[in-house]
């Protein structure tokens, strides 16, 4: 009995071992870990945009960016964008602290997000707030976060916009306040 108990014994404990360490799952959780890491990292990066008749149609510039290819997104750190409008002048510029580009044509903007006119036509100056997504090619704007719309001579401030700067219109989920400025 002893003799047939010490093999029994040494075969439980290296199937135990055996499960203890599975490297099946060592393999997955390398697979998980190399999702994680960027396929490249770019720094100071400027990307421009032509349309088809040759002319800028937008500028992308970064600190940084790591893209992620398997995951479909590229993370900008300091990235600030400019739209051009017909007349191929700037138009608009958004900048932020943090923005995701997903291959949906879809950004994502967090923290200290400013979206600003760089044209004297548009019907506010300034957008801040602390997230926004940009959808491309109609660049729209939506949220559902607080706002600051600034303009020549009023400020409003309320909760979620959905703004449309080709057409040049906007709408305001929920106001809370305007102020207007007297500038004398």
Known sequence: MRKLLLPVVLLLASIAGYLWFNPQNDEA???TDQELLPD???????????????????VVSAQRLEHFEQLG????????????????QPDWQASSEYAVWF??????????????????????????????EMLFPDNR?????????SGKGFEIKGIGINADLIN????LLQHHETVYINEQ
Do not use: C, W
């Not at 990307?47 to 800028?56: A, P, S, V």
């Not at 997104?73 to 191929?88: G, S």
């Open 168 to 171: 040049r219109s906007f709408k």
């Open 29 to 31: 959780a390398l697979q």
């Open 141 to 149: 704007l939506q949220n559902n976060l607080p706002v600051l719309i």
């Open 73 to 88: 997104f590229m993370q900008f750190e300091k990235p600030v964008y400019t739209l051009y409008n017909e007349q191929h």
């Open 103 to 132: 291959v949906q044509d879809k950004v994502i903007l967090e923290q200290q997000v400013r979206i600003k006119s760089l044209s004297q036509e548009q019907l506010f100056d300034s957008l801040e707030t602390e997230s926004l």
């Open 40 to 58: 490249y990292i770019a720094l100071n990066i400027t990307r421009r945009l032509y349309n088809t008749d040759g002319y800028q149609a937008d």
